[in-house]
């Protein structure tokens, strides 16, 4: 157990709906970040908070977004989703912000879009 | 961008071989590099990582890994592998930009058998 929690584990929706995934980080961890495990794409950086602010973009569509709240959960928000955005999605946190810091990772939520 | 290739997609082997996974980066600056396993329906965990310094790192499990900075390269190798170290094998590098975004390899599923 890495100390990051992620919910839901699964999730099953519809093309064109939007979904909330939640990430709380391991205590004491200020840093969050959002990861996507496709089979075609492989495991590819989303985004990155720290201590509630943006700090570093990846491959993020526009139809996504997060955030970080003052208690320090992250939410990843997924909208009019296409059958390609089924995938796996990371959450992981790590203390700080700066490079090389380790990331613990969350067990992941897997979405299925029909 | 900075990317990172593994060379082997998969990798069968018997108890008590020997184990080495190819990685290789493109990036020219000064780099972190990981690697990370994720075991049957778990969660990504740490092996190992160089920062700096003694280019050969000792992880955990007996793993370890060799930096050549000539050759953008980090493999990974386990001299006596076990049945237990069934998994995906990812390598990553973080590099450069601001923030601490990991870039992960293809990974390479690792089956040993007993």
């Known amino acids: 157990d890495s100390g990051v929690t992620q919910t839901p584990k699964h999730l099953i929706t519809a093309t064109g709906q939007r979904v909330t995934l939640r990430c709380s980080p391991r205590?004491?961890?200020?840093?969050v970040y959002w990861y996507q495990q496709s089979l075609d794409q492989g495991l590819q950086f989303l985004i990155q908070?720290?201590?509630?602010?943006?700090?570093a973009k990846g491959n993020i569509l526009e139809r996504f977004s997060a955030q970080q709240f003052p208690d320090l959960h992250s939410e990843l928000n997924l909208s009019s989703l296409e059958l390609g955005d089924s995938a796996l999605y990371f959450c992981?946190?790590?203390?700080?912000?700066?490079?090389?810091?380790?990331?613990?990772f969350g067990p992941g939520t897997r979405l299925t879009v029909t | 961008a900075q990317s990172v290739s593994q060379h082997n997609h998969h990798v069968i082997l018997s108890e008590a071989a020997s184990l080495e996974l190819g990685c290789n980066y493109s990036?020219?600056?000064?780099?972190?590099l990981f690697w990370y396993v994720q075991y049957p329906g778990q969660h990504l965990q740490l092996l190992l990582k160089?920062?700096?310094?003694?280019?050969l790192v000792k992880g955990i499990k007996g793993f370890e890994a060799e930096f050549i900075k000539s050759k953008f390269s980090f493999n990974l190798r386990k001299p006596s592998v076990q049945w237990s170290d069934t998994a995906e094998y990812f390598c990553?590098?973080?590099?450069?930009?601001?923030?601490?975004?990991?870039?992960f390899g293809g990974g390479t599923r690792v089956l040993v058998k007993p």
């Open positions: 992981a946190s790590s203390v700080g912000a700066a490079s090389g810091g380790e990331q613990y």
């Open positions: 205590s004491g961890d200020l840093s």
């Open positions: 908070y720290y201590n509630g602010e943006e700090r």
């Open positions: 990036y020219g600056g000064t780099v972190n």
């Open positions: 160089y920062f700096s310094g003694d280019p």
């Open positions: 990553a590098v973080n590099a450069g930009a601001a923030g601490n975004k990991l870039t």
